[in-house]
């Protein structure tokens, strides 16, 4: 039988408030990203204009987009494991926006979160995880 071995409670609050801190900083450029998204997708209010006047345009960096029936996915590839991937959705007001729901890799684990909450959501959630009305408040 194997020893069980206890961390120190001040290690593991050091390790914890280091985590949080990566953390908030990568949910910090997550929203940093988002934000230009928004600003390319806000003047449409169709997905298949969107993807007329953007997808060739985003591929040639290295950016894939997606179609799917009631979202378009953007993926970012960070890294070797790191990824982002983002969903224009169809916004209470008819024009497209991003949802606040990203797909992204937090710590070794694929986790999709709302990134102006910082709440780990589900899959459904997407198409239904609007932003702040003013996102520059979140920035």
Known sequence: MSKRIEIDPKVKQERLKAYFE????????????????MEIVKG?????????????????FGVEVFAGSDSIDIRIQIDY???????????????LTMSA????????????????????????????????VSESDNL
């Open 22 to 37: 990566i953390r908030d900083a990568a949910l910090a450029k997550l929203r940093k990203r988002h934000a230009g998204f």
């Open 44 to 60: 449409y209010t169709s997905f298949g204009d969107f993807l007329h006047d953007w997808k060739d345009k985003m591929t040639l």
């Open 81 to 95: 494991s790191d990824y982002e991937e983002y969903s224009v959705i169809m916004g209470k007001d008819g024009h």
């Open 101 to 132: 729901a990203v797909w992204w890799q937090d710590m070794c684990a694929n986790t999709l979160t709302d990134i102006f909450t910082g709440e780990n959501v589900e899959i459904e959630d997407i198409v239904n995880c609007f932003p702040p």
